[in-house]
């Protein structure tokens, strides 16, 4: 244990001082110095210092994902910020000037959704109240909550800019909405398209693609017999998951190679329900191999039929309404008879099922596991259905985000995601803008009531038509929320104002962070935005990290009630301990496994470290007392110890891992070459390589080794308060990004610490030049070995600490000088006495070899019951000899190769290496304290 470990004070450890607490209290301290660092303006970018606009100092910039305006944090939320704060503060840190811009989203269905339930327990709908009141209700609604989220995430310690704080539905980045959809309008990229889209009968709008979510179903596949007309022996069977949909069916479809159905191509068959007559044709839509060959065509509710429909001139009768109801919608022409009118879809495939029976039409019914899109707001089966939408053409867009990626503009991590990325252009569809709501941005197209065909779409709002004077009425719809959004690191910067400073200045940003779950949705749409209107990618590098997940593998998430709400975590922990337990929990783009039903167990790391951390500052500062502390700058080389020498340069190895554990920061050159794609963004691996250094190394070894000389008046003592200053102050720099309110509250507390300055903006720390190793660092390490051995010896053999024990030492001329000249540490150290000789001697006890030879033999008689001992080891080392004879006899069984799964043979190959290596150490201390016999 170290000196630091202990509770009580060491006899030789100088009292704490009055003003430094015996223990951190987080909720004050964050609290404080939260405050501190926002009226201070820490985090305020300034623009004007940007090199790209003449300034000093290079750009780095990272923009929040915006959460939804009504939204309260969750652990995702906690998981994506710290991530970003991590980056964000170590640019700034490195001499960047960095913004960090956050905002939210206004959201569209979601806001929506709450304001129309609280409507519903009001006895009222939105119609009630009709569209002014609504978005008036609605926006008081979202500036009375929104923004909890942002002051969360400030709890969190986010050092964003909050000065410029975005909102998607403000009427600045309103305008810039506007001003893309009528440049694209204007290319001819955004249409109007009367196609089959996804609605969703419980949000009553259309959805893209994206926002209907395909979910595995196991449902039933209906086999339906469609009889020949004029011909009742003959008959086609076509199977269907959605019996309901065929009150719209207008023909059936054969393959036009199909040999079983050349005669039928032309002729007629009765619809069942209905006994209506609608044409067999030929359409290599239909697959020979697929069932029976035969597909019912219904074109206003699949979107591969209502592509046949458009091939063949074929009527499309909508039979399912806007809320899900089987329903006359556009040229029905009857088809949907009185006694299903108003029937739920899903009840009114029972009915159909049943007469179908009833008419001896239902050939069989089979289990059949396809996928089914659901909501992704709402998670309601989302019904295809015709409908007149705005659409973007996706194609050129997506040209320019493709090339990003393939040669190196853009890197994305981790790489496996690539891929998705790329096959998601390549087979991209039209998207689907339109939304038929009312909170959101509406769609700024105009129709005039005197000529049709004038449809106006206007950066401005009209009253009247500019082609002809008559009057002019505003498109019901509203845009897509993620029009807003993909516009996002373009519209938060000032565009379209292409001279805005900031614009100039920070564009393009340098990484974005987000989950992958929002790859499409977001993500690429931001990359094909930054093409479309700035000429360059928002970003070099896009960063998917993992997911919190329970213990049980699940998805952090409300409705499972497996979720951690980040805020109680803080209340009782503080937002350190959470920050750090999420980052060193995190390997890249890897999932964050967490328990919602332990909080104590799950954010132990975090906590204990943050414990660890004020103690080691407490005892470290106390020891160093206030008088005045050299400056390290002035001590020359000759100056220091081994100890201070191996702490340098353990420091000089710590900063640069943490480097290359985080960056770099941006590729110069504007692409990523490819041995440096995959480079950067470990941050556990910065978390672990800062808090070995604090924790292990210099708190563990270095302070323990000067204890002695900070306690000694006299130059020397000079030396290593100035060494434990700096390498405790460059330690706090290099965790600060991952635990900001802890380092700063001791670094405010180093001798010589001036008022008003900020660890948050201090600089990084540098490495010195990489040269050969310090012969001193060399030796320390030396001097290592010999103690951790000397503990692996007590430890193993179970000697008190408190009891003095005697180590032969044989070694070369030189290192035998250097463990002599540290006698006295070594043997405070590790409690043992040292004594020099030319060969082992005979006698019972344990030894050990280290690396370059020096040999260390720890007499044990005297000190242990030596043969009871023996037997212990001797019965523990013949119990592994039987367990690994039973080893070697099942991995060598052919029947166990052949039968077991790979992975359970690679782990029974593992132990055999575990215990080999078990038995070998075993038979060297049973060789050692009992003799060859």
């Known amino acids: 244990m170290s000196i630091s470990d202990t509770a009580d004070p060491a006899p030789d450890r100088a009292p704490a001082s009055d003003d430094f607490p015996a223990q951190y209290d987080p909720a004050a301290t964050e609290a404080r110095i939260s405050d501190r660092w926002e009226q201070a303006g820490a985090f305020v970018a300034d623009a004007s210092r940007s090199s790209r606009v003449g300034g000093d100092r290079d750009p780095y910039s990272i923009l929040l994902p915006p959460p939804n305006v009504t939204a309260i944090l969750h652990v995702g939320h906690g998981l994506n910020a710290t991530v970003q704060d991590v980056l964000v503060r170590w640019a700034r840190m490195k001499g960047r000037e960095t913004l960090w811009v956050p905002g939210t989203d206004h959201a569209g269905i979601a806001t929506q959704n709450i304001i129309e ?160 007559a609608i044409p067999v044709i030929a359409d290599e839509y239909a697959d020979p191999a697929f069932g029976t060959g035969v597909v019912k065509i219904t074109p206003a509710h699949d979107a591969n039929d209502f592509e046949v429909g458009r091939r063949h001139g074929l009527a499309m009768p909508v039979v399912i309404d806007q809320t899900g109801r089987m329903g006359e919608g556009p040229d029905a022409g009857g088809r949907v008879p009185e006694r299903l009118r108003g029937v739920d879809r899903f009840d009114a495939r029972k009915r159909i099922v049943a007469e179908l029976e009833t008419a001896g039409r239902l050939v069989k019914k089979e289990p059949h596991s396809h996928n089914v899109r659901h909501c992704y707001r709402c998670d309601t089966v989302v019904e295809p259905r015709l409908s007149d939408q705005w659409f973007v053409r996706m194609q050129p867009l997506a040209e320019p985000a493709l090339d990003a ?46 000529d049709a065909s004038h449809v106006i779409a206007s950066r401005e709002d009209i009253t009247t038509c500019p082609h002809c004077g008559g009057a002019a009425v505003q498109d019901e719809d509203v845009l897509d929320t993620w029009f807003s959004s993909w516009l996002w690191p373009m519209s938060t910067l000032g565009w379209p104002n292409e001279g805005a400073t900031d614009l100039r200045a920070f564009y393009p940003s340098d990484v974005l962070v987000t989950a992958p779950e929002i790859l499409f949705f977001w993500v690429a749409r931001m990359v094909m935005a930054g093409y479309a209107f700035m000429g360059d990618a928002p970003f070099h590098s896009i960063y998917l990290h993992g997911t919190a997940r329970d213990t049980k593998g699940r998805k952090m998430s409300k409705s499972l009630g497996n979720g951690i709400d980040p805020v109680d975590v803080i209340g009782l922990y503080g937002a350190d301990a959470l920050r750090f337990t999420l980052v060193s929990g995190m390997g890249l783009g890897a999932d964050v496994f967490l328990d919602p039903a332990d909080l104590e167990k799950t954010f132990a790391p975090g906590r204990n470290f943050s414990t660890k951390l004020w103690n080691i500052g407490r005892f470290l500062l106390t020891n160093v007392g206030t008088g005045e502390v050299r400056p390290f700058a002035d001590l020359a080389p000759d100056e220091f110890t081994r100890a201070d020498a191996w702490i340098l340069e353990r420091l000089d190895n710590a900063i640069r891992d943490c480097d290359r554990a985080i960056g770099p920061l941006s590729n110069v050159r504007g692409v990523w070459l490819d041995d440096e794609r995959a480079a950067g963004l470990r941050l556990n691996d910065h978390a672990e390589t800062a808090r070995r250094f604090v924790w292990n190394e210099l708190a563990d070894w270095y302070l323990e080794a000067i204890k002695t000389r900070l306690l000694t008046p006299g130059d020397d003592q000079q030396v290593a308060r100035s060494v434990l200053v700096h390498v405790f102050d460059q330690g706090l720099r290099l965790l600060h990004p991952i635990v900001p309110f802890i380092t700063e509250a001791l670094w405010e507390r180093l001798p010589g610490h001036v008022d008003g300055t900020f660890v948050a903006t201090s600089p990084w720390p540098e490495a010195r030049p990489a040269t050969e190793v310090s012969p001193l660092a060399t030796q320390f390490e ?152």
Not at 410 to 432: C, F, G, K, Q, S
Not at 783 to 790: E, G, M, N, T
Request: overall charge neutral; hydrophobic content about 40%.
């Open 117 to 276: 339930r609280q409507l519903a327990e009001e006895g009222r709908s939105r119609q009630d109240l009709g569209r002014d009141a609504f978005l008036q209700r609605t926006a008081a609604f979202v500036e009375r909550t929104g923004g909890t989220i942002l002051q969360q995430l400030r709890a969190m310690g986010a050092s964003a800019d909050w000065s410029r704080t975005a909102y998607t539905f403000s009427p600045e980045l309103s305008g810039a909405v506007r001003e893309a959809f009528v440049r694209l309008h204007e290319r001819g990229l955004i249409y109007r398209g009367h196609r089959v889209i996804h609605w969703c009968p419980r949000c009553r709008t259309s959805l893209s693609d994206e926002e209907a979510e395909p979910h595995e179903t196991n449902g039933t596949l209906y086999h339906v017999s469609y009889p020949v007309q004029g011909d009742a022996s003959r008959s086609i069977t076509v199977a269907t998951t959605r019996p309901e949909t065929m009150l719209g069916d207008v023909a059936v479809a054969v393959n036009p190679d199909d040999e079983r159905y050349q005669s039928l191509i032309g002729t007629n068959v009765l619809l069942p329900i209905l006994e209506l």
């Open 782 to 933: 030396e001097l290592r070995d010999v103690v951790s051995a000397l503990r692996t010896i007590r430890s193993e053999y179970n000697i008190a600490p408190s009891r003095m024990i005697d180590a032969f030492v044989v070694a070369s001329a030189d290192r035998r000088q250097m463990l002599d000249e540290e006698y006295l540490l070594i043997n405070r150290l590790s409690r043992t006495g040292l004594a020099f000789v030319d060969e082992a001697p005979a006698t019972q006890g344990a030894s050990v070899i280290l690396s370059g030879g020096t040999e260390l033999i720890v007499p044990l008689e005297g000190v242990i019951d030596v043969d009871k001992e023996c037997a212990r080891l001797k019965g523990e080392l013949a119990s592994l000899e039987k367990q690994l004879v039973a080893l070697e006899a099942r991995l060598g069984n052919p029947s166990f190769a052949e039968r077991a799964p790979s992975h359970v043979i690679d782990a029974e190959r593992a132990k055999r290496e575990e215990w080999s290596a078990r038995r070998e150490h075993l038979s060297r201390r049973v060789e050692g304290l009992c003799g060859a016999g």
């Open 405 to 450: 990626v393939r040669t190196g503009r853009v890197r994305i991590l981790p790489e496996r995601h690539i891929a998705v990325y790329e096959h998601w252009l390549t087979n991209i569809r039209d998207w689907n803008i339109s939304r038929q709501l009312w909170w959101g941005h509406r769609v700024p197209v105009w129709y005039c009531q005197a």
